[in-house]
């Protein structure tokens, strides 16, 4: 099965500096990637996700990410962050010919914004 | 839509006893599953379902069942709670692998 790596567990960052969340995936073949965001005592909620084609994704919020399928890395980012930015952040892959329970997260990072 | 809704929000058991973790989604989605939350671990898939009637194990499915019985709900049961059990739980649906999931608020559950 595949792995998840998520580089950081904990990203302190200015309001309005830019930040960049890392993740690492141990795949060989094609895979399908996700990143979510768990604001304090909430579920999980999409940001974004890579299918195919660009390999720069847009998502909600201002964020992106790209895929870098030689570095096997999905790395998140924002060019200027605000305080509600602050919550957990994970990344999740699945081979795209794996069935549905086979998605996997990462550990999660921890995103705390601060004036 | 109220999406995916889980209840109860919090619950606090003594250890060997029994209880169940509603799920429910008004979405029409085929694929559900079941995650629990451990500080420093991410998510850990605990049991999912591609359908009504078919379920699956998935990473950590020790000491719990469900059962899908319908398109729109997916219970946890928990057979004879154990103080690992202490864990926020969630419920999530989706369409396929290509789309991302819809998670409910979780439940917060200590086992004493």
């Known amino acids: 099965a595949q792995s998840v790596t998520q580089l950081d567990s904990q990203v302190p960052v200015f309001e309005e500096a830019p930040v960049e969340l890392r993740c690492n995936y141990s795949?060989?073949?094609?895979?399908?990637l996700f990143w979510y965001v768990q604001y304090p005592n909430q579920g999980l909620q999409l940001l974004l996700k890579?299918?195919?084609?660009?390999?720069l994704v847009k998502g909600i919020n201002g964020f992106e990410a790209e895929f870098n399928k030689s570095q096997t890395s999905f790395h998140l980012r924002k060019p200027s962050v605000h305080i509600s930015d602050t919550a957990e952040y994970f990344c999740?892959?699945?081979?795209?010919?794996?069935?549905?329970?086979?998605?996997?997260f990462g550990a999660g990072t921890q995103v705390v914004v601060t004036p | 839509n109220a999406g995916v809704t889980q209840t109860p929000k919090f619950q606090v058991l003594k250890t060997g006893q029994s209880m169940t973790l509603q799920c429910a989604q008004d979405?029409?989605?085929?694929?559900m599953s079941w995650y629990r939350q451990d500080p420093g671990m991410g998510l850990r898939l605990i049991h999912y379902?591609?359908?009504?009637?078919?379920?699956d194990q998935g990473e950590v499915p020790n000491g719990y069942n469900v059962s899908r019985s319908t398109t729109e709900d997916f219970p946890l049961r928990l057979l004879s709670a154990a103080p690992s059990q202490t864990s926020v739980y969630f419920c999530?649906?989706?369409?396929?692998?290509?789309?991302?999931?819809?998670f409910g608020p979780g439940t917060r559950l200590t086992v004493t």
């Open positions: 999530a649906s989706s369409y396929s692998n290509r789309e991302g999931q819809y």
């Open positions: 795949s060989s073949v094609s895979v399908y």
């Open positions: 979405m029409n989605h085929e694929y």
């Open positions: 999740a892959v699945i081979k795209t010919t794996d069935s549905w329970g086979k998605l996997q």
């Open positions: 379902s591609v359908g009504a009637g078919i379920t």
């Open positions: 890579y299918l195919s084609g660009s390999t």
